[in-house]
């Protein structure tokens, strides 16, 4: 009996120790799967996504294996980080869109340049009287849509969610 209860404990203690080990970081995501809502298929080709594009954007320019984060959460893709060019920007949006399994892309990439609050204030106003203007229209639904003002003269509009 006493064996019995000692292997008991002994058992519990390393499967729970191995339960706590796999469950942190899995597939290095650093997500723990014990607390993630998502299954782990959902998890696992999310990770899967992330990779895939991670892959591509350093294929277009290595430079971009730190300035540029792509985070993907049940098939919506988010990047975050900084490019040179507007024209960088759309390409790592397409590259994103490209990915097999994409549900929407969220594109939070800002452009290295030097701060000027006037044009910043400019864009802002441009961007803001066209969200107006879509959220107006009965016949535009604008969430799907991402605006982007660039020096007053570049306007990019792109359909957001498939």
């Avoid at 120790?17 to 993630?36: E, H, K, Q, W």
């Amino acid at each position: 009996m006493i064996k019995y209860k000692i292997f008991l404990i002994i058992s519990v203690i390393i499967l729970n120790g191995c339960v706590g080990v796999s469950s942190s970081g899995v597939l290095g995501t650093g997500v723990s799967i014990a607390t993630d809502p998502r299954t782990i298929g959902t998890q696992i080709d999310d990770n899967i996504m992330q990779k895939n594009l991670s892959g591509k954007i350093v294929n277009m320019n290595a430079k971009y294996l730190l300035s540029v984060k792509p985070k993907v959460i049940d098939g919506r893709i988010f990047i975050t980080g900084k490019v040179q060019t507007i024209e960088e920007k759309l390409k790592i949006t397409k590259l994103a869109w490209e990915i097999k399994g994409a549900r929407s892309v969220k594109n939070d990439l800002k452009i290295k340049e030097e701060f000027n609050f006037q044009q910043y204030a400019k864009d802002l106003l441009i961007t803001s009287q066209l969200r107006t203007a879509m959220i107006a229209s009965k016949k535009i639904k604008s969430s799907n849509y991402n605006i982007d003002t660039h020096k007053k003269k570049n306007l990019y509009i792109w359909y957001c969610s498939k």
